[in-house]
């Protein structure tokens, strides 16, 4: 398909992240010229299996596989410049070379050690029921830092301001001040270390960084098509998720303003990732929850263990009145569906169809915590099937009940489930609706 027929896109989780969103955004790459990373920061953990390899992504956006894809980090995101490093180094020894192909924020915000320090101290001391459960890579205090602004540090500070090091000696030493009377004698940072940190990103990164707004705004506006890659998942949203257990980013595509620089109305296809089931890392409420044997099957099952951390994820039945929560304020016009091989060999799969608070039927999860933590699911059970499915290419193909199961789920939510992993591979995906005619799966796991 021509490259005037193809929509900008969006691709971002329904759900508390780790929905697959990696293996999606690198099914679409082929077609588009640049994929953009617009939130978040190395809390993100997108991975991608090609044959016998895999591929996991904290801060550089998937398509950097792909070597006709320009890859963009804009400016909302917040990015550690020796995790950046590091992430080009590693794929460098792997055959991948980023070079000419990269483009980083001069707009965007450096996570540097004082911010993790922050960020591991305060999660230490909060007490089990009110900590956030954060990755500690500084996410939430580097965005803390930009809304302060006088404390912030930009990859344009990075290459033009020749007072950065004593601001940031400063910056260091009051941080360590504060925090050190918060927490005590444990809260030490060697202020030289944090020097060292912008020197090496400046010789590494200064040739990355440019004005990305203004290319992808020009890119968009002579027709190559460009994709957007969302962090996290929208229940992790900071203004739209189960906060305070949240990210400190806007998740979906109503982040693609801010955090690209470019209008979000012209971004038309919306493809929400989910799995067929439904888990969350860390802290907070988690209403379709199987804290059980069930739950530590389907976790054996999906290999359900964090991409950025290694945590093992929470479990649970798919959440159908999150899911159309999620999918009604992003708007979506597809979903993504990902593991659903995962479910293979249960005699009965769960729906949440509703919810129930003291007695009483609520249409969406509750803004406080609290309530959704009392929240009693109704859960639907749906006949399993038995049948390994990790070879089907078809939908037609699907056992009956699998079929079944994911009709019920496009019922409840609302929208069309345009795509759906049968396994981690770029091939063990089926592909539904308008789709098909743009989408060419690979027959085998070349890549």
């Not at 739950?295 to 959440?319: K, L, M, Q, S, V």
Request: some cysteine.
């Amino acid at each position: 398909m021509g490259a005037s027929q193809i929509q900008h896109t969006c691709v971002f989780g329904l759900g508390w992240g780790d929905e697959g969103k990696g293996k999606v955004v690198d099914l679409l790459c082929p077609l588009f010229e640049a994929v953009v990373r617009f939130n978040g920061g190395a809390n993100a953990g997108h991975t991608v299996c090609v044959g016998e390899e895999a591929f996991a992504m904290h801060l550089l956006p998937t398509g950097i596989i792909h070597a006709e894809v320009t890859s963009v980090i804009g400016p909302g995101v917040v990015a550690d410049p020796i995790g950046l490093i590091d992430e080009i180094d590693r794929l460098a020894a792997r055959g991948v070379d980023v070079a000419g192909r990269l483009k980083v924020s001069d707009r965007a915000h450096l996570v540097l050690r004082y911010h993790k320090l922050e960020d591991q101290l305060c999660e230490k001391a909060l007490g089990a029921e009110v900590r956030i459960g954060t990755t500690s890579r500084g996410i939430g205090p580097c965005y803390a830092d930009k809304m302060r602004r006088t404390t912030a540090v930009r990859f344009a500070d990075l290459i033009h301001d020749a007072d950065l090091e004593k601001r940031v000696r400063w910056i260091t030493s009051a941080r360590v001040a504060a925090l050190r009377a918060m927490f005590g004698p444990g809260a030490e940072l060697d202020e030289d270390g944090v020097v060292s940190d912008l020197r090496t990103a400046r010789a590494r990164l200064a040739r990355f960084v440019c004005d990305t707004t203004s290319y992808l705004q020009d890119a968009m506006k002579c027709g190559r098509p460009v994709l957007f890659e969302g962090a996290n998942g929208l229940l992790l949203d900071v203004d739209h998720g189960t906060y305070p257990f949240v990210t400190s980013s806007s998740t979906g595509p109503h982040g693609i303003g801010a955090g690209a620089g470019v209008s979000p109305a012209l971004v038309t296809k919306l493809i929400g990732t989910t799995k067929a089931y439904s888990t969350r890392v860390g802290s907070g409420p988690f209403m379709t929850e199987l804290a059980d044997a069930t739950g530590d099957r389907i976790r054996r099952a999906g290999n359900e263990y964090g991409t950025t951390t290694g945590r093992p994820r929470r479990c649970g039945w798919f959440d159908s009145v999150a899911c159309r929560y999620s999918a009604r304020f992003s708007g979506a016009t597809d979903i993504a569906m990902m593991h659903l091989d995962t479910l293979s060999g249960f005699d009965e799969v769960g729906i949440c169809v509703a919810y129930r608070l003291d007695g009483d039927e609520i249409t969406a999860p509750p803004a406080c915590a609290r309530l959704a933590g009392r929240i009693d699911p109704v859960i639907e059970m749906q006949p399993g099937w038995h049948e390994p499915i990790r070879g089907v290419r078809r939908f037609e193909d699907l056992p009956t009940a699998a079929r079944s199961y994911v009709e019920r789920i496009e019922t409840l939510v609302g929208v069309p489930v345009a795509l759906i992993g049968v396994g981690p591979d770029r091939s063990e995906t089926l592909v539904r609706g308008p789709l098909k005619n743009v989408i060419d799966i690979p027959a085998s796991s070349a890549a």
